[in-house]
């Protein structure tokens, strides 16, 4: 199917300011698979997923980052985004004078034109966009009320994190980079999160959820790899047990027979 996708990280180094923060990292990922990407604070996971979408500060030294075996080290952010990339961010900017129900719209027939290929709805009018808008709304536990709001506005952080998981939802990306959907968030939004990631995770798109806790991998229908990553690197893989492990020993344990 069209809208598969097999993202690719070939011994990948990046600095910031000179300073080199990715240090040879190795990950590929297939379609329909659902990926947790964990570590301790400061390991460099965040800056792999702000190197993935083109964050202009961050520099690739080394390495390759390829989609269906081509490289994207060229791309823009906004190219590599029509090409199927989505990020949700940790930390999402509220965005004062545009409208959460027109921001997605734009975005959506954005896309659309540069995948028209996957067989992707087109909606004719606002009115139909509208409806599909609010399907997808129940998927995450949201309210009617939030198209009518500011893009993330004076949105509480659970209702941020939910807005990125709906933008993921209407976009229907290939490749999901969710930069730790559940820092900053009681048990109760962590859970809603989880359940809002599950309801819109396609069976061929792929889904990578970075974390620090294992919490949210919890709540999760699926999840087929955890990666630990610390030093710059992955320093080792395995499947939904491990982050049980990791949840209950820590990292040093990864560390030692690493190091």
Do not use: C
């Not at 297939?30 to 800056?47: C, D, F, L, Q, R």
């Not at 961050?58 to 081509?70: N, R």
């Not at 900053?184 to 809603?192: E, F, M």
């Amino acid at each position: 199917m069209r809208n598969m996708a097999i993202l690719e990280i070939k011994n990948l180094h990046v600095t910031r300011e000179g300073k080199e923060i990715l240090k040879g990292v190795n990950l590929k990922t297939g379609p329909g698979e659902v990926h947790a990407i964990m570590g301790p604070n400061g390991s460099g996971k965040s800056t792999l997923a702000y190197t993935l979408l083109a964050h202009p500060k961050y520099e690739v030294t080394q390495g390759d980052i390829l989609l269906d075996g081509e490289s994207i080290l060229e791309l823009t952010a906004d190219e590599r985004a029509k090409k199927g990339l989505f990020l949700g961010f940790q930390y999402p900017t509220e965005v004062a004078g545009v409208g959460f129900s027109h921001f997605l719209r734009t975005a959506y027939n954005s896309l659309s034109k540069a995948l028209e290929g996957d067989d992707r709805e087109v909606f004719i009018t606002v009115r139909e966009f509208q409806k599909y808008l609010k399907e997808n709304l129940e998927k995450v536990g949201l309210k009617e009320e939030f198209l009518s709001r500011y893009l993330n506005e004076g949105f509480s952080g659970g209702e941020k994190k939910r807005a990125e998981v709906l933008q993921m939802a209407v976009l229907k990306p290939k490749i999901s980079i969710l930069d730790e959907p559940d820092s900053g968030l009681d048990i109760d939004a962590v859970q809603a999160v989880a359940k809002a990631i599950s309801q819109v995770s396609g069976k061929d798109a792929t889904v990578i959820v970075i974390t620090h806790y294992a919490r949210i991998l919890k709540f999760l229908d699926k999840l087929d790899f955890v990666h630990v990553f610390a030093r710059g690197q992955v320093l080792k893989t395995g499947d939904a047990s491990l982050a049980d492990k990791l949840e209950s020993e820590g990292y040093d344990w990864v560390l030692e027979q690493t190091a």
